[in-house]
């Protein structure tokens, strides 16, 4: 079993930046960030494994930064140049399978969600 437990999220203007953080306990060698706006589909932002490796949204790539932190176990998203469009709930989640994709239903364990709102 693997319990995420997300954090960070807030409102900031256009280009702004913000700082995810997920606190994961159980054994998860691969995790991800998704994003869901208002009737939109959720989509997949950001994995990491557990060997570093990372892939990113081409909507996202060179802004974002997924991250994990050793020591403690917890997933970090650091946002910049936020765009009125990055405005969404990002979730975090995680399985305990090697599977690199940042299809939905490669992710067996999922937060609850935190608020993005980017104002222009």
């Known amino acids: 079993q693997v319990h995420l437990v997300e954090s960070g999220g807030g409102s900031v203007q256009t280009g702004g930046s913000l700082k995810l953080s997920c606190a994961v306990s159980?054994?998860?060698?691969?995790r991800a960030w998704f994003r869901q706006a208002p009737a939109k589909e959720r989509e997949g932002v950001a994995q990491i494994d557990t060997n570093g490796h990372t892939i990113y949204a081409d909507s996202v790539k060179d802004r974002f930064i997924i991250s994990q932190d050793s020591a403690n176990g917890t997933l970090h998203l650091e946002m910049n140049s936020l765009k009125p469009e990055d405005t969404a709930m990002y979730y975090c989640a995680a399985d305990p399978g090697w599977s690199r994709s940042l299809a939905s239903w490669n992710f067996a364990f999922w937060g609850q969600g935190t608020q993005v709102t980017v104002s222009s």
């Open positions: 159980g054994l998860a060698h691969s």
